[in-house]
């Protein structure tokens, strides 16, 4: 990848002026090197970074960037590249072995890594890493929590972004908040991915002097985001100390000293102002820009930023040229260049031609099926929109089967709520020849509808919450379509809605004592298990659409608040006044009560209530007169409800699609 006189503009909010972030930033990042970006604070590293690997979600781009002598084209480049981010963030109820196959089977093609080829490639990936002792292993949400340590989970991080087989690989500071030891292991991890012929880019933030020595070159940048050096920097970086002595008024270097600390000091804008130096120009200046610049030029040919702006620019769509991605499972076999991973000892050769073929002690042979890889590249997804609802549905639905605390929770509470209410009611199912046996009925089909559904609202939120973090690194990274997302968490909530709906119509039923006929249990149970899935819909969407669980319980809290006082049974609908006929016609839980209500007295003929003063009227009809309960609606009611399951479903798609609460 090459990049020439790249800058970077915001304007922020409410000033009218842009700020520049980046001034003309020029480099090369080749295969088989190890980068690394250093500055001080502000200088710009993770913001060229997220430049370059087309993470901005705002801003101004101006400057040319290649990928293998073409322009880059972000939808193609999205496929070629990985991104390990500062924060790990994995599904915590996925094992290691499980997380690096999802990634591998939604990023890499099956016509590239078939599908029964899959788990070899994902294993050889963990021997690069040395994750293949932790393969079975929940992530778990690290700390106290358990799950991973901080630096196992690093290295899962790196794996998941290898196993997409990328041609580059861009790294936010992979060793922050690591001690020692565990930088050391990410950063053998990190050389080990180098070894393999692909493109590595790390930010680092004052290194020690054995991380340092990892790296092969070194772009510098200085507060405002212009170029200090750039070059290799020689064995224990003796190029870059050599350049930075040979500048007048520079403090001497002792052998003693750390050479990234001590670059970082004289370099700073303090020591700039002290010595009346402009750094940035001083480069420009020097011979070592010149052979810089003359690299440059060399890979970026006759392209200009105009150039570039003509065919799509920095990021426009259309199909960038294939990259030589390194060779890795699907290539194995057939390139025979004949690497190897010999993890344990640290011991990794690259293979020739700009791609790694893995081998271990074991070899595996991967048919290339369609060998057309530049067709490949050109598609957003590498697979197929089914293939990726099935992979994605399928890990949400092992992890709800793991998630026994918010399972367990819930079904706990719906087994205790229903003892609690069919013990204040018990019995009264059948008491219907009397206003006050009706309204008893009444409150207690209120009170079922409402406050299970309700608890299974709020007790959403955190998990839809939880998983937002991983579908926005998933979304940056191509795997899946947003749509696919969405429907996945929806259905992985139907099953286990289902149980938790058993579970409670058979115990409040059977307590109450509603009337015992198959057909009435079932529409009961089935006016039930609507209000769950709505009441969880709607806890998905509304976590979905606010930026975070304080403005989702409130707006969710409001809502069932209007629900509750306009749902018919607090206030008849003749008495609500007209202004507010909207809130009781667009209320799910009118619908619920109405279904229920209908299916176990709307058509009850037989039996009369007491109305006093020796008049009496058939059950039934005194359902349709007060509440205006038709007995043939409950099939419309049915078609009702899964109107309100649709929209709550598309304010989960909308919130996921329009609005990102992830600002780089």
């Avoid at 430049?51 to 040319?64: F, P, S």
């Avoid at 299974?456 to 795997?479: C, D, H, I, T």
């Avoid at 016609?585 to 020796?614: A, F, S």
């Amino acid at each position: 990848m090459a990049f020439r006189d790249v800058s970077y503009f915001v304007r922020p909010s409410g000033d009218k002026k842009e700020l520049q972030l980046l001034d003309k930033v020029s480099g090369v990042f080749r295969p088989g090197v190890l980068t690394s970006l250093m500055g001080a604070s502000g200088a710009g590293k993770t913001t060229l970074m997220d430049v370059l690997a087309g993470r901005k979600t705002g801003g101004r781009v101006e400057g040319l960037q290649l990928v293998d002598g073409a322009p880059k084209r972000q939808a193609a480049f999205t496929r070629l590249m990985g991104y390990v981010e500062e924060l790990d963030v994995h599904n915590p109820q996925a094992t290691v072995e499980e997380a690096l196959l999802f990634s591998a089977r939604l990023r890499v093609s099956s016509e590239l890594l078939p599908a029964a080829n899959a788990k070899a490639f994902v294993r050889h990936m963990m021997e690069v890493v040395e994750l293949g002792p932790l393969a079975h292993r929940l992530i778990g949400w690290g700390g106290p929590s358990g799950g991973l340590s901080t630096e196992a989970r690093k290295r899962l991080t790196i794996a998941v972004e290898l196993v997409a087989n990328p041609s580059i690989v861009f790294m936010d500071e992979p060793t922050t908040g690591l001690d020692a030891r565990a930088a050391g292991l990410v950063m053998r991890a990190v050389r080990n991915t180098v070894a393999t012929g692909r493109t590595v880019v790390c930010t680092i933030h004052q290194p020690n002097r054995d991380i340092m020595d990892n790296f092969d070159e070194l772009l510098l940048l200085k507060p405002g985001g212009r170029t200090i050096f750039f070059g290799a920097l020689g064995e224990k970086q003796t190029s870059l100390v050599s350049y930075l002595s040979s500048i007048s008024g520079v403090g001497r270097y002792e052998p003693h000293m750390n050479p990234a600390e001590w670059m970082l000091e004289v370099t700073s804008p303090a020591a700039e102002a002290g010595l009346g130096l402009d750094f940035a120009q001083v480069w420009e200046a020097s011979q070592q820009a010149r052979a810089a610049n003359q690299l440059i030029e060399e890979h970026c040919g006759g392209y200009s930023s105009a150039t570039a702006a003509n065919r799509g620019g920095c990021d426009g769509g259309g199909n960038a040229a294939a990259s030589k991605r390194p060779a890795a499972a699907a290539a194995a076999a057939a390139a025979g260049n004949g690497g190897k991973v010999a993890a344990a000892d640290g011991d990794v050769e690259a293979g020739g031609g700009g791609g790694g073929a893995l081998k271990g002690n074991q070899d595996f042979e991967v048919d290339k099926v369609g060998g057309n890889e530049a067709a490949n590249e050109t598609r957003r997804y590498a697979q197929l929109t089914h293939v990726q609802l099935w992979l994605v549905l399928h890990r949400a639905l092992v992890s709800h089967c793991r998630n026994t605390t918010y399972n367990g929770m819930r079904f706990t509470i719906a087994f205790a709520l229903a003892w609690i209410l069919g013990s204040l009611y018990w019995g009264r199912g059948m008491k219907r020849n009397s206003i006050v046996g009706l309204m008893d009925i009444m409150g207690a089909i209120f009170s079922g509808v409402l406050f299970l559904p309700m608890t299974n609202l709020m007790m959403v939120m955190p998990q839809v919450m939880a998983e937002r973090a991983v579908f926005y690194r998933e979304k940056a990274s191509g795997m899946y379509r947003p749509a696919v997302f969405a429907a996945a968490q929806g259905l992985a909530e139907m099953p286990f809605v289902f149980l938790e709906s058993i579970l409670y119509v058979v115990i409040m039923y059977c307590t109450i004592h509603f009337e015992f006929t198959s057909e009435k249990a079932l529409w009961f149970w089935l006016y039930i298990w609507f209000a769950l899935m709505i009441c969880t819909f709607m806890g998905m969407g509304f976590m979905s659409m606010t930026p975070n669980m304080p403005a989702a319980i409130a707006s969710g809290s409001a809502l069932v608040l209007l629900w509750n006082l306009f749902c018919g049974f607090l206030i008849y609908r003749k008495d609500i006044k007209p202004w507010y006929l909207w809130a009781y016609y667009g209320n799910p839980i009118t619908y619920i009560i109405y279904g229920c209500v209908t299916t176990q007295m709307g058509d009850v003929w037989d039996e009369h209530v007491d109305l006093g003063n020796g008049a009496a009227m058939p059950v039934a009809a005194y359902v349709r007169d007060t509440f205006n309960y038709e007995y043939s609606m409950r099939g419309w009611i049915v078609l009702i409800l899964i109107g309100f399951m649709a929209v709550f479903r598309a304010a989960t798609y909308l919130g996921i699609t329009r609005f990102s609460y992830q600002s780089r």
